[in-house]
């Protein structure tokens, strides 16, 4: 063949010379090997090595090593036939012929060695003939080669006419061969795999490629293809038109077009079901119509060759590819040679390998001359070329087509597979076209980035169907009826919009709607019509409507087996994944006879490869293959109920495309539910030939598995799949119960829905008892679905969501909203809905009077769109929200939005920002005047909230300027009651605002305007200034200038004198004012401005001057971060008079010095109403800072008003702290000074000392952050020599001290003053570092101290001779209460010092000393010693200085109580100590703990005290206490008469001895016999010791002889039932026991029985405890009969007991309590006695007038068990505890509590924590609490109660004076419920804790709680844990905190705390000195933050832990931070 241009030559020319024979020659030996191929390879495989040898001497080394590369001999041989193919003629026949010969054994059979040996010869002869033909006279131009990029290529040569007879037979004998060499040539394999291979096979390929091709061959083969598929498909168009089928030329199907963009294909065919294809929706509205013509043209296809044709099964794809081929062969697509069509269902049935010429020519139609020639063109014009490949989704290779080796080599022999593939890729007949027909789903398994046209067949729409019915049906009233039907029935309906099933239903309804049916029944459901459709085909020939009825059951019956024996085929296939059936398929020809005779299978012919035709069987439709497959598994018998539930599944057709499992089998789980109708038990009865009863097992197990998914959850298409299925049963109760469980699960997207799958989804919707909502988002669907959803009553939420559905969509959207009367949500977002599609929608949204709320965000609505849609909210009455946001809007847009607020008087607020991309529109609730949501913006968070909501109008970022104020102010005007007006973000600048501060006084805003970010400069500031002052009801303005601009004008209500409270955060630097005057004439209402970063200076103070001066009713003025100087702050102070500031003046950053500083304090004199002054100046960077701030209270001026002034970060010296102290001795009522972080020297601190006594009215002054030297503590110290006033001196070396003053006040007695006695004195030096030396100059200060109370020197470092000295100056001391000298490095010898002056000094009453860590060492003075107490312990004495402590000991005879805890003294100490004690006459108490004593050093111990008779207490702890030990100690204490208590508690032992009646009659006597009795024990208590059965058994005769015991207990020692029988042989004996314990003592119901025997013989028993053990039925039935006797009891406690029978146990205990009518505590705690058992001891309660405690908690109570309860309560006035936790009771029982609540005054505590409650209980609970004024602790938690019980609760709490414990923990509460509680609660004074985490409080009710703190002056518990508030509360809380000094514990954690909070906390920590835990785990702290906590515990010595996990610290941080302190903790625990 002839490239690239090269002009061709015509056979005259190559016939003039000798080349052209042995030419000849060379194309006949190769042709001969070209179609013998295979069988040449098979035969010189078995002789390779013989045949590689002969090859040599013709072959190259590359080409010889890479054959003998090659491992199999099959491959060496075909690599060495491609490599002949490329070598000369002569060269490849003469090696063909030396193999014949030298190989004798006959390598070749006998026809192919003749082949070889005549090649060539036959073409001589035809060349001979040829030239004798020429030479007779034929032309050269009558034989013409043309290059085959020659336009008239194609053209068919003449033939020479005077061709030899001879040459034709030898043409014959050539095919002939060439057929029979066929045969053979697939038995070989593919010769190359790699690609280096494929390559040079290519190469070979290419070089036998390039021969001349001849186009008359090919025109000829041209000619037979178009005669044989005309005739073929013209007979085929005959036979369907005699069937009314569908035939090809019937237009009805459209081919469409698809969007060319494949990746957004692949995308909508992966995320969608199997139909995503099935019909043009609105989302796919830019794909075009097309014919095959226009397909297929050129000018349609793009570079890639490749094109799909997609369509669901029936729709008619593989007759369109019949119809290609028949338009081709009509001419119309005239620029393709040929047109090959290959079905997959063919190319499935070869199993080995062929190449691409036996696949073209043996699978499709051999040419009748020259195949190779012909094959020759069809590889050298492949743009001429078509391949057709129908239904890819039947391949069954098609898993593989990714990764199936591919071949450029179109001799090599491949697998089918392989030939698609390399065809697939253009790797074969590169730029041949190629169109694949396919289902949607299957087209993933091809790669698709090659592909360039998609096109979809979509079957008929409902027009088509109308036509085609037209064409159908021949009687008009027919077609009339059918058409009818199908309208009716969405389903039906659907199913026509396939062409096959459309001729099935067609085919169904002909025969139903015969003339002599009157009504016919027709079926409503697929299910139903397959049936039908079955009866239908069996019934052919039966007429008459009462004919079919009686012949219907016994057809069934007659073709049982036969239907029997086509469902198992139909299971088969779908099990094996075929559709299509051979004979070796089919179970019995029987089977394809009778479904053929009824049209059950199709029946095709298929061509094989050895050109065989055999049969093919094919179902009519795959649908009905599912139905059949479903009916088998319903009427099999082998198929049981379990398995079907198993096997029955949701298809969503979301499968993988490598599932193949699920291929076929779409629909059989919507037959299956179908078939399990009930209107199908007859058919499957009949067909099953079994009764009802056993189908109706099998339908259960299918409806039972429907149920069951419902609950599951199910995605969109899952969704619409169980809608099918349920519609199939036409069960209604099913539907309901589906439509609830899918309740809020109605959430669809990207998917296609199809009319009826809307129709199967408003049939469950409908039938649900409530309302749902529908949510599809990006699912492509008809406007035929869209008026489907008109008919569903039960959508309370609409939503919509696509760009594709535009104004058609809004259209029909607005015929059918009306109609849904139950909606009341409506969202259609990113609908691209513009001015066209609101009008329509609007005309019908204005008569919606159900919709709620309306979201229409991100369309294209414009401002015309918007002004018909706002024109129309007036008529919208019960609407409350409206979304408009992203709509293409302008300024004018805008501003009508805005106008809605005076046109719709309904409206609460609106909202718009961004230019317009956020719109919102909300309306005030029909029912009430408040707004659905009242919660406001973030920019408004810190707003106060109105119980009347006012409207808001915010246009935020909506390019407002100074033109548009006018039209605004138009609309604001005529707006009334508008509360906030928020035109932040805009450009309006100083011309803007000033034309608005013009309008403003006309407008009507009653709270807020916010103009920030208006590019405001300063002089546009100071006109705000002025505003203040003019508008009446302006309260606030709030300028900040800096970064992002904040502007704030705030309004007061009218007629409301409200204060204006300061939400910001507080300065750090601050000066107070007290107001003149009296507070009735206080000015209201009181206003604020702050203007703040705006850089004023000189020049801007002036005019502000001016404009404030004689400005009454200015309560704050913040004029911080500004640059004023001490210039400015000079002319500020003297302005201060004129200014009239009445609370606060702020100045703070406005770079001042310490003139500055001085000016300032100096106004405390020249100003009288200023109370505080607060300065800090801060060095950072050379630059100075500074704040100030002034406040003022209102009342009468006095000159005791306290005034505070601190100046922080000064850096005061000498001189200047001279002056400081002149100007504040001017200043009357000074009461504190604060000079901390100042650097002050000892002379600055004497300086200030030596001023300290003209200081008369100071109270505190706190030098803190200061480095203190020794000199100056001991100054420090001074002062409560140097001035009389001082109480308190308390210093820290690590720079804190404070002295605390408190002025003499005189009283008049007689004629003369006399100074009342001053308090006593304290002075503390922690941490001081004081040694022996500072301690003797301390002291002889100290002399001089009169009155000194208490003494700390803890943490110091006296040592054992400072601790000496102490011991001799004590006396000259005249301390009175308490010195300190903890943790002072003393020793054992220090100890001892400590304890002499127990004695040295008479006035010592108490030394305890510790040596342990922490360490503690005190001693205490009295000056009436009544007691004296010695404890020691942990001192770790020797044994001389242990003999030396005894001496010491031994002295101080009126010693009263020892403690010698953890000192190892031994068993010889102790002998040594029982002489001293045996001499301390006054001694109590002793308590050895720890000391490592034994048994026999113990009764040593007791013989003593025996002998010296004396009422004492002995402790000893030892760890071999427990068990076996623990009896022998017992046993040993029981045998001494003068014990009246044992108690063992683990391994502790107490014993208290008594000083008479213990002796016997013989007084000498210290032991007693067995027989003697024990009247002086009378308690014994064995706790947790390991007392098990034998060892009390032991015990048990010591004990019986105790027989005037009164309380025995054994708590928690696991003696069992043989414990149980012990005691209860024991127990008569104690006729005066009261109290008995045996809690948790591991006995059950028998241990139980045996007791309750014994029991009921201890008449006067008062209380008992069986707590933790095991009741059970038995246990319970015998201890509620011996309880009837049992009247004394006062006290039960079976809590934690476990009643294994239940209920009948719990009642006869119960019943039991009858007699116990004094009965004062009943706790049954876990008990299980549920509303039964509640009753019965309601019943017994109404005789226990005297019961004070109730635990029934975790007792399965409801609400008509509380009932009871609370009609049993009402009897017991005097109860104080009620504990109902972890019940049931529900609002019900909780009202009925509440009704007796106000019987209850002791009532202190009541715990509902976990019961259900909601507000309507919650509510009546708080109501009746505001009658029980002795409570104490209130627990609510996880109760639903919410803000309104918070409210009510909040209305109680000022009612409950004695309140300590209030429990929320997770109640729901918002912030308007943590604001209201906070602000009562702080009226609550004795409240220790509150508990709220787990509720939504947020800043704003932490702000409110903050301000409570500071009268909680007894909390000690707060819990804050996950209430989502963050730093802007962190400075408020804080501040709360430091106001609760008996604070121990804070949670805060998991809340969004950062940094900022942390060092909050941090700077507060040491304020607080009771605090134990600080939890801020989970917040966003960081290291920094973390670090100032770290540093801040370094003064914080009583903290034990601040939890930090889960915080934003890295671990290394973490690790280093512990290291630090490790006190941090990190850790989760």
């Avoid at 069934?556 to 139909?570: F, M, Q, S, Y």
């Avoid at 309306?854 to 009455?877: C, K, R, S």
């Avoid at 750090?1068 to 705006?1094: Q, R």
């Avoid at 915080?2007 to 941080?2013: F, G, L, Y």
Wanted: glycine share 6%; aromatic share 4%; charged share 25%.
């Amino acid at each position: 063949m002839l490239r690239d241009g090269t002009a061709g030559l015509s056979w005259g020319q190559q016939l003039d010379g000798e080349p052209l024979v042995t030419g000849m020659s060379t194309s006949g030996i190769k042709e001969v090997l070209e179609s013998n191929y295979g069988q040449i390879v098979e035969c010189l495989s078995p002789e390779a090595d013989c045949v590689l040898e002969e090859a040599k001497g013709i072959l190259s080394k590359g080409e010889l090593d890479l054959i003998m590369s090659k491992r199999t001999n099959v491959e060496k041989v075909s690599i060495l036939l491609n490599k002949l193919m490329t070598k000369d003629n002569e060269t490849c026949k003469k090696f063909f012929e030396t193999l014949i010969i030298r190989i004798q054994d006959g390598i070749f059979p006998m026809r192919l060695e003749n082949l070889f040996m005549a090649a060539g010869d036959h073409e001589v002869l035809w060349s001979r003939e040829l030239s004798e033909s020429n030479s007779s006279g034929a032309t050269n131009s009558e034989v013409e080669l043309v290059a085959t990029d020659n336009p008239q290529t194609g053209r068919k040569r003449k033939a020479a006419k005077a061709a030899n007879q001879k040459f034709t037979e030898v043409k014959r004998v050539r095919k002939a061969n060439s057929c029979q060499a066929r045969e053979v040539k697939s038995c070989s394999t593919a010769p190359f795999t790699e690609s280096q291979e494929v390559d040079m096979s290519f190469q070979a390929g290419e070089e036998y490629l390039n021969l001349p091709a001849i186009s008359d061959f090919a025109e000829d083969y041209k000619s037979l293809m178009v005669k044989c598929v005309s005739e073929k498909y013209e007979a085929n168009m005959a036979k369907e038109d005699q069937m009314k089928q569908v035939i090809i030329d019937q237009t009805f199907r459209s081919l469409t077009m698809k969007d060319g963009n494949v990746a957004k294909l692949k995308e909508r065919i992966d995320a969608s079901r199997d139909d995503v294809l099935s019909s043009p929706g609105l989302e796919e509205n830019q794909d075009t119509v097309a014919n095959l013509t226009e397909f297929l043209s050129k000018k349609h296809v793009s570079n890639c060759r490749v094109h799909i044709l997609l369509g669901k099964a029936g729709t008619g794809k593989t007759k369109l590819m019949h119809k290609v081929c028949y338009e081709w062969a009509q001419g119309t697509l005239s620029h393709f040679q040929y047109v090959f069509l290959f079905e997959f269902r063919q190319l499935n049935l070869i199993n080995k390998s062929i190449d691409l010429k036996s696949m073209l020519f043996d699978l499709f139609l051999q040419p009748q001359r020259n195949s190779h020639a012909v094959f020759r063109f069809i590889i050298g014009n492949p743009e001429k070329i078509l391949i057709l490949f129908d239904g890819f989704d039947e391949f069954a290779g098609k898993a593989s087509v990714h990764t199936a080796p591919v071949s450029n080599d179109p001799m090599a022999p491949l697998s089918v597979g392989q030939l698609f593939s390399s065809l697939y890729n253009g790797k074969l007949l590169p730029g041949c076209t190629i169109l694949i027909t396919s289902r949607p789903k299957d087209v993933l398994s091809l790669p698709l980035d090659v592909v360039g046209q998609v096109g979809e067949v979509s079957g008929f729409n409902q027009s088509k169907i109308e036509e085609y019915a037209r064409r159908f049906f021949r009687d008009s009233k027919q077609n009339h009826q059918a058409i009818c039907h199908l309208q009716k029935n969405r389903k039906i309906l659907n199913m026509c919009y396939i062409p096959a099933m459309c001729w099935i239903v067609f085919l169904c309804l002909e025969r139903l709607l015969t003339p002599c049916t009157a009504e016919p029944k027709l079926p409503h459901t697929m299910t139903q019509f397959y049936i039908k459709m079955l009866t239908v085909f069996l019934s052919k020939g039966t007429t008459s409507k009462r004919a079919r009825a009686n012949t219907e059951t016994r057809l069934l019956n007659k073709h049982r087996e036969d239907i029997h024996g086509l469902c198992e085929l139909a299971i088969k296939g779908l099990q094996e994944s075929k559709s299509v059936f051979y004979l070796r398929d089919l179970l019995s020809e029987k089977i394809v006879d009778f479904a053929s005779l009824y049209g059950f299978l199709t029946t095709f012919e298929v061509k094989t490869i050895d050109q065989n035709q055999e049969n093919g069987h094919a179902f009519i439709h795959l649908t009905l293959q599912e139905f059949l497959a479903a009916l088998h598994q319903m009427i099999d018998n082998t198929i049981s109920d379990q398995v079907l539930k198993r096997t029955f599944s949701l298809k969503s057709k979301w499968t993988s495309k490598n599932d193949l499992r699920h291929e076929f089998t779409a629909a059989i789980h919507v037959f299956l539910s179908g078939l399990a109708s009930k209107g199908c038990k007859q058919f499957l009865s009949t067909l099953a030939n079994k009764n009802e009863a056993w189908v109706q097992i099998k339908q259960k197990a299918i409806l039972q598995n429907l149920q069951k998914l419902a609950t599951t959850n199910l995605t969109g298409p899952k969704i619409i799949e169980l809608c099918h299925c349920v519609y199939e049963t036409q069960d209604c109760d099913l539907a309901q119960e589906v439509a609830a469980q899918l309740k809020s699960k109605f959430e669809l997207r990207n998917f296609r829905l199809t009319p009826a799958d809307m129709t199967v989804l408003t049939f469950v919707i409908n039938s649900g008892a409530s309302c749902i909502s529908l949510d599809i988002g990006g699912c492509a669907m008809d406007l035929e679905c869209v008026a489907i959803l008109g008919t569903c009553k039960n959508i309370e939420v609409l939503v919509f969501k696509s760009r594709k559905y535009e104004d058609r969509f809004a259209g029909t959207l607005s015929e059918i909203i009306p109609k849904v009367s139950s909606l009341k949500k409506l969202i259609l977002t990113s609908c691209s809905i513009s001015e066209m599609g609101i009008t329509h929608l609007a005309s019908a949204l204005k008569i919606c009077h159900h919709l709620e709320e309306i979201n229409l965000q991100d369309n294209e609505l414009g401002d015309a769109g918007i002004t018909v849609l706002v024109d129309v909210l007036p008529e919208m009455g019960s609407l409350r929200k409206i979304e408009l946001g992203d709509n293409n809007i302008t300024i004018d847009g805008i501003l009508r939005i805005a106008n809605t607020i005076n046109t719709c008087s309904n409206i609460l607020d609106i909202h718009v920002s961004d230019g317009g991309n956020v719109a919102t529109i909300r309306f005030f609730s029909s029912s009430t005047s408040n707004p659905i949501n009242r919660s406001l913006s973030s920019s408004m968070e810190y707003e106060g909230s109105h119980e009347t909501p006012l409207r808001k109008l915010s246009l935020v970022s909506c390019r407002l300027a100074a033109q548009h104020v006018h039209a605004l102010g138009e609309i604001l005007q005529r707006c009334p009651l508008l509360g906030c007006l928020d035109l932040s973000g805009n450009e309006l600048k100083d011309h803007g605002l000033r034309r608005l501060v013009d309008i403003l006084q006309d407008c009507h805003i009653l709270k807020l305007i916010n103009l920030s970010n208006n590019s405001i400069s300063e002089d546009g500031v100071l006109c705000l200034a002025s505003v203040l002052k003019k508008c009446p009801w302006m309260s606030a303005v709030e300028v900040s200038l800096k970064h992002d601009q904040t502007v704030f004008l705030k309004f007061s209500e009218q007629n409301k004198d409200t204060e204006v409270r300061d939400e910001l955060n507080p300065q750090p630097m601050v000066f107070k004012l007290s107001g003149t005057g009296d507070s009735k004439i206080m000015p209201a209402p009181l206003k604020k401005l702050s203007l703040t970063n705006c850089c004023f200076q000189l020049k801007h103070l002036e005019e502000l001057g001016c404009s404030l001066e004689n400005f009454n009713d200015l309560a704050e003025l913040d004029l911080s971060n500004n640059a004023l100087g001490d210039g400015g702050i000079e002319m500020f102070v003297k302005l201060l008079p004129k200014l009239q500031v009445s609370r606060l003046i702020n100045i703070s950053n406005n770079f001042i010095s310490l003139a500055g500083v001085l000016c300032l304090a100096g106004c405390l004199n020249h100003v009288r109403n200023i109370t505080e002054v607060e300065v800090r100046l801060q060095r950072v960077n050379e630059f100075q800072e500074s704040a100030l701030s002034f406040e003022t209270q209102y009342g009468k001026q006095d000159i005791s008003v306290p005034k505070k002034i601190r100046l922080e970060d000064c850096e005061t010296d000498v001189e200047t702290m001279g002056n400081l102290c002149l100007i504040l001795e001017q200043c009357s009522g000074l009461t504190e000074l604060d000079l901390s972080n100042n650097a002050l020297s000892d002379d600055v601190i004497t300086e200030l000392l030596n001023h300290l006594p003209n200081l008369r009215d100071l109270k505190i002054l706190t030098i803190t952050d200061n480095i203190i030297s020794p000199e100056a503590i001991l100054l420090l110290a001074n002062s409560l020599n140097i001035c009389e006033n001082v109480l308190k001196v308390e210093v820290r070396a690590s720079g804190r001290a404070s002295i605390r003053l408190e002025k003499n006040v005189y009283s008049l007695e007689g004629n003369g003053k006399k100074p009342d006695p001053l308090p006593s004195q304290i002075l503390s030096l922690k941490e001081c570092n004081l040694d022996k030396r500072s301690v003797e100059s301390l002291f002889k200060i100290l002399k001089h101290s009169k009155d000194l109370t208490e003494l700390d020197l803890s943490c110091n470092s006296l040592g054992d001779e400072g601790v000496q000295y102490l011991r001799d100056s004590l006396p000259k001391l005249q301390v009175l209460k308490v010195i300190d000298v903890s943790n002072n490095r003393i020793s054992p010898a220090g100890v001892l010092y400590l304890v002499e002056s127990l004695y040295t000094c008479s006035n010592v009453t108490e030394v305890e000393v510790s040596l342990a860590s922490p360490g503690r060492s005190l001693i205490k003075f009295a000056r009436r010693c009544e007691k004296k107490v010695c404890s020691v312990k942990e001192c770790k004495f020797k044994e001389r200085e242990l003999f030396k402590l005894f001496s010491i000991i031994e002295q101080c005879t009126h010693l009263t109580e020892l403690n010698l805890t953890r000192n190892m003294m031994g068993d010889e100490g102790l002998r040594s100590l029982v002489e001293v004690v045996t001499n301390l006459k006054d001694l109590k108490e002793l308590n050895l703990q720890r000391n490592g004593i034994s048994l026999a050093a113990m009764e040593s111990l007791l013989e003593a005290c025996m002998a010296c008779p004396k009422a004492l207490t002995v402790r000893f702890e030892e760890p071999w206490i427990t068990g076996e030990d623990a009896a022998n100690l017992t046993q040993c204490i029981c045998t001494h008469l003068n014990v009246a208590d044992i108690g063992v508690k683990k391994s502790t032992v107490s014993i208290r001895l008594v000083d008479e009646g213990w002796r016997l009659a013989n007084d000498d006597s210290t032991r007693i016999d067995p027989g003697a009795q024990h009247p002086s024990l009378q308690s014994i208590s064995l706790y947790e010791c390991g007392i098990e059965a034998p060892q009390l058994l032991r015990l048990a005769p010591i004990i019986k002889q105790c027989s005037d015991l009164v309380e025995l207990h054994l708590f928690r020692n696991k003696i069992g039932n043989k414990g149980a029988e012990i005691l209860a042989a024991i127990l008569p004996v104690f006729q005066r026991l009261k109290k008995l314990s045996l809690e948790a003592i591991d006995i059950n119901s028998q241990g139980m029985v045996t007791l309750a025997a014994s029991l009921c013989k201890c008449r006067n028993i008062k209380e008992i405890n069986l707590s933790q053990n095991e009741l059970g039925e038995e246990g319970a039935t015998e201890l509620g009969k011996i309880l009837l006797g049992l009247e004394q009891l006062k006290k039960i406690n079976f809590s934690g007991t476990s009643t294994a029978a239940g209920l009948v146990g719990t009642n006869r205990l119960v019943t039991g309590l009858s007699n116990c009518t004094i009965l004062e505590e009943i706790n049954l705690d876990s008990l299980t006695l549920s509303d039964s058992g509640a009753q019965l001891l309601a019943d017994r309660m109404l005789k226990m007038a005297g019961l004070k405690k109730l635990n029934l908690r975790s007792n399965s109570i409801g609400w008509k068990g509380a009932a009871h309860l609370a009609s049993g309560l009402k009897s017991c006035p005097a109860i104080v505890e009620i504990d109902l936790c972890g019940n049931t009771i529900e609002d019900v029982g909780v009202m009925k509590l509440a009704d007796v609540l106000p019987v209850m005054k002791h009532l202190k505590i009541l715990n509902l924590t976990q019961n259900n409650i909601t507000a309507t209980g919650g509510e009546r609970l708080a109501q009746a609490l505001k009658q029980c004024p002795s409570v104490e602790e209130i627990h609510l938690s996880t109760n639903k109660i919410g803000d309104q019980t918070a409210k009510k609760l909040s209305e109680a709490l000022p009612k409950l004076p004695y309140l300590k414990t209030l429990n929320l923990h997770s109640t729901e509460l918002s912030s308007d419920g943590g604001e209201i509680l906070a602000q009562h609660l702080a009226l609550c004074s004795s409240i220790e804790v509150i508990s709220l985490p787990e509720n939504h409080i947020g800043n704003k009710g932490v702000m409110e709680l903050a301000m409570a703190l500071q009268k909680m002056t007894s909390l000690k518990t707060l819990d804050l844990r996950l209430n989502r508030f963050d730093d802007r509360v962190a400075a408020e809380l804080t501040a709360g905190l430091v106001c609760c000094p008996s604070i121990e514990e804070v949670i805060l954690s998991w809340n969004d705390i950062g940094d900022e909070g942390a060092v909050r906390l941090a700077d507060a920590l040491p304020r607080m000195l009771c605090l134990k835990k600080l939890d801020l785990e989970g917040n966003k702290i960081t290291a920094a933050g973390a670090e100032k906590l770290a540093a801040s515990l370094h003064q914080c010595s009583f903290v034990e832990v601040i939890r930090l996990w889960k915080n934003k610290i890295s671990k290394d941080r973490e690790h280093s931070l512990q290291e630090q302190d490790s006190r941090l903790n990190f850790l989760s625990v």
